[in-house]
């Protein structure tokens, strides 16, 4: 039972970190680390398509990373949590450490390929 709960455990792991695995989507929680935004301001500071942006919105807010909030007219996306700032923090100094052997590593390039061709 204890290992079927850790494997249970480390799943969601997983797929909390793949909410952090599309360059578009780190973009999007980059530019909301210190402020709430509109998606004409997401799409003006990502320079990603309004429609890109809002489907990207849309996963991040479904898997509980960004919150949406009406403001009269306008709706403005958050961090959910402010500890997802300081896990873009904590990888930028990990990245700072580490870059040389992530930038030449191909086994993550291989996952993603075989994800995309199939």
């Known amino acids: 039972m204890l290992i079927q709960a850790q494997a249970q455990a480390l799943a969601l792991k997983a797929k909390l970190f793949r909410g952090f695995s599309d360059p578009s989507r780190l973009a999007i929680l980059d530019v909301l ?5 509109t998606v004409t301001e997401i ?14 919105l849309g996963c991040l807010r479904d898997c509980g990373l960004v919150r949406k909030e009406q403001q009269g007219r306008y709706v403005r996306y958050r961090l959910s949590d402010p500890r997802i700032a300081t896990m873009l923090s904590l990888s930028e100094e990990v990245l700072a450490d580490v870059a040389k ?8 390039e291989c996952t993603e390929k075989r994800a995309t061709d199939s």
């Open 33 to 37: 680390r210190d402020k709430q935004l």
């Open 43 to 56: 799409v003006t500071l990502t320079r990603l398509s309004q429609s890109n942006a809002s489907n990207h």
């Open 101 to 108: 052997g992530v930038y030449q590593c191909t086994r993550y």
